[in-house]
């Protein structure tokens, strides 16, 4: 089976490349990635000589590149996007560009090649903020951030192509991810690394945001049994059943590295900051799937990770990083 994962070099994608290639013997899988500041080959060093990987740099808007690279696919997964909330509101153009017009351009590729399955990889973002209960599938989309509102935007998109075209399209909307390879604006890893150096940790507004923590691993495990047993047309909610408070993650992060509490810092809010996200997993649930990673063990080994990785973080936190870090949390560099 040929596989072509767009943006298999950032954080999901290059571990549901190594996840594909591991779980998989009969697979091959041709990575497609711009390369953009998120996107890293030294996240795939490990399978980069693997024969049943290939690597093709290019846009996921460029439709030669993208006709290209899904000769003989037979399916596509699609990680390839801009998709930290705090650079869309700043600039919001790239998101609209790489998340909108980028899915118009896989999905008209996979209607004229034929490609028998076309898997989006969405966000419980595009439902916006819930005070109490969780999203289903079939809940109005309210999106809050120029970011939620272009991932809403491809996903009707997406539908849309199923709809007209009978394009045998689906779409996982997760929950919010953390693990190894995360790039550092995100605040996981963001946390963990300026804990590291003793620098401190910003947290939004009271802190009392809420997010529900899915492990990588199990998020790709759950893409890929959608991709083989979910049934085109249809959303599948991914969510870990962690709900956590930012506030409260800080501090286990803190706890964690034996760092005291008081590097916390409260900033400003974020404009538009949903409240809390929560999904309601049955219906991927009733495939067969459900999350493998305790929070606590996965929050751990993350910490681990990055621990020991600083090889990997410390070129990444220099040049451009420092440059939107400063900006962004001005007075805290």
């Not at 808007?61 to 998709?83: H, I, K, M, P, Y």
Request: hydrophobic share 35%; proline share 5%.
């Amino acid at each position: 089976m040929r596989i072509v994962v767009t943006g298999g070099a950032g954080f999901i994608g290059s571990n549901f490349v190594r996840h594909l290639l591991r779980a998989h013997e009969d697979v091959e899988v041709v990575n497609l990635d711009k390369l953009t500041y998120a996107g890293n080959l030294e996240n795939l060093r490990d399978v980069e000589s693997d024969p049943r990987y290939t690597f093709v740099r290019g846009d996921i808007c460029d439709a030669g590149v993208v006709r290209s690279a899904l000769a003989g696919a037979d399916a596509v997964v699609n990680f390839a996007a801009e998709t930290h909330v705090d650079r869309s509101i700043s600039d919001p153009q790239d998101f609209i560009r790489t998340d909108v017009l980028g899915t118009h351009t896989l999905l008209e590729a996979v209607r004229e090649l034929g490609v028998g399955r076309y898997l989006q990889v969405s966000t419980d973002e595009v439902y916006g903020s819930i005070e109490r209960g969780s999203f289903r599938e079939d809940s109005v989309l309210a999106p809050s951030s120029p970011y939620s509102a272009s991932k809403a935007g491809a996903d009707l998109l997406v539908l849309a192509y199923h709809g007209t075209f009978a394009t045998p399209v689906l779409i996982t909307r997760s929950s919010n991810n953390y693990g190894p390879y995360q790039y550092p604006e995100k605040i996981v890893p963001l946390f963990v690394t300026n804990a590291l150096d003793d620098e401190p940790l910003p947290v939004y507004g009271d802190g009392r945001n809420v997010r529900d923590w899915l492990y990588v691993e199990d998020n790709c495990a759950a893409i890929d049994l959608v991709l083989h047993k979910g049934e085109p047309g249809h959303v599948y909610n991914v969510g870990g059943g962690n709900e956590v408070e930012n506030l409260d993650l800080t501090r286990r992060i803190l706890d964690l590295l034996g760092k005291d509490h008081s590097l916390v810092r409260y900033v400003p809010d974020r404009p538009g900051h949903d409240r809390r996200y929560s999904v309601d997993c049955a219906k991927l649930q009733a495939l067969g799937w459900a999350p493998r990673t305790p929070f606590a063990d996965g929050l751990a080994t993350t910490v681990a990770w990055y621990r020991d990785h600083r090889t990997w973080w410390e070129p990444i936190k220099s040049g451009e990083f420092r440059r939107y870090y400063e900006q962004q949390y001005r007075g805290l560099a």
